[in-house]
């Protein structure tokens, strides 16, 4: 009580930024045009989480968009790649073979198939897949243990992005990159921020807690995808899956 009863409120360092000036005053810098992996929707080096109401479609659609990226293509036939470059795709359930199919799936319904194909060709090293289910690389998918701590699985993950500066990394789901009892789910975002890549988050669950820290958030829903952007505020975009590809409606 008595340290308190002398202290001079100028010497409180609690008072030293009193209210909000600071922040009213400090400008909001939102990315460049250029600045954007996918065109006015996905700015590089960003958080991104991909979510739907239910199991459908959200694989599919992560897949194509680290298609687009790694072979230049328009995403969705509208949304050009304007820094296309290196994939890592990380999937945690499906095995090799299930992904293979999808990904031969979406190279034969592509909407311009040879100008994928011949994409494909000029840059077969850009899209890397690696299948976690199949247990044949000797580590876990958990990128921090229970105490926010990274591990083996990480540090593989940081110098690989590192070595062939990659421009997206997807982790599918990521609940299943951290433990289920970990306490503070910002110490995933903490390590994932270090990473100088997009970094694509593929829930599991619609409406799972862990996945409110991003710059954007794509939900899919009956209606196409919903994109909720820190940027450029919320707005909708029309598609369909059709043939077992997510196909554009506006």
């Given at each position: 009580m008595s340290i308190s009863a002398n202290m001079k409120i100028e010497e409180n360092p609690f008072a030293q930024n009193l209210g909000i000036k600071e922040w009213l005053n400090r400008?909001?810098?939102?990315?460049?045009?250029?600045?954007?992996?996918i065109d006015e929707l996905i700015p590089a080096n960003?958080?991104?989480?991909?979510?739907?109401?239910?199991?459908?479609?959200?694989?599919?659609l992560a897949t194509q968009l680290a298609m687009s990226v790694?072979?230049?293509?328009?995403?969705l036939d509208h949304f050009p790649c304007l820094q296309p470059g290196k994939?890592?795709?990380i999937n945690a359930r499906d095995t090799d073979e299930d992904s293979h199919?999808?990904?031969?799936?979406?190279?034969?319904?592509?909407?311009?198939?040879?100008?994928?194909?011949?994409?494909?060709?000029?840059?077969?090293?850009?899209?890397?897949?690696?299948?976690?289910?199949?247990?044949c690389f000797g580590v876990s998918p958990l990128l921090i243990d229970v105490s926010g701590s990274m591990t083996k699985t990480y540090a593989y993950l940081h110098k690989f992005v590192e070595y062939f500066k990659c421009k997206l990394v997807v982790l599918d789901p990521v609940e299943d990159f951290?433990?289920?009892?970990?306490?503070?789910?910002?110490?995933?975002?903490?390590?994932?921020?270090?990473?100088k890549s997009t970094v694509l988050l593929v829930a599991d669950h619609s409406r799972n807690e862990a996945f409110h820290k991003v710059e954007v958030g794509?939900?899919?829903?009956?209606?196409?995808?919903?994109v909720h952007s820190d940027y450029l505020g919320c707005r909708d975009i029309g598609m369909t899956m059709g043939a077992g590809i997510w196909f554009p409606t506006t």
């Open positions: 400008p909001f810098v939102a990315p460049k045009p250029e600045e954007y992996l960003a958080l991104v989480s991909l979510q739907a109401s239910s199991v459908f479609g959200k694989t599919t790694a072979f230049n293509v328009p995403f994939v890592l795709y199919r999808r990904f031969k799936r979406l190279g034969r319904e592509w909407p311009d198939a040879t100008a994928l194909s011949f994409r494909m060709d000029e840059n077969i090293d850009n899209f890397t897949h690696i299948s976690l289910f199949d247990e951290f433990p289920e009892n970990l306490k503070n789910i910002s110490e995933l975002y903490l390590k994932l921020r270090q990473i794509l939900a899919i829903s009956e209606n196409g995808l919903r």
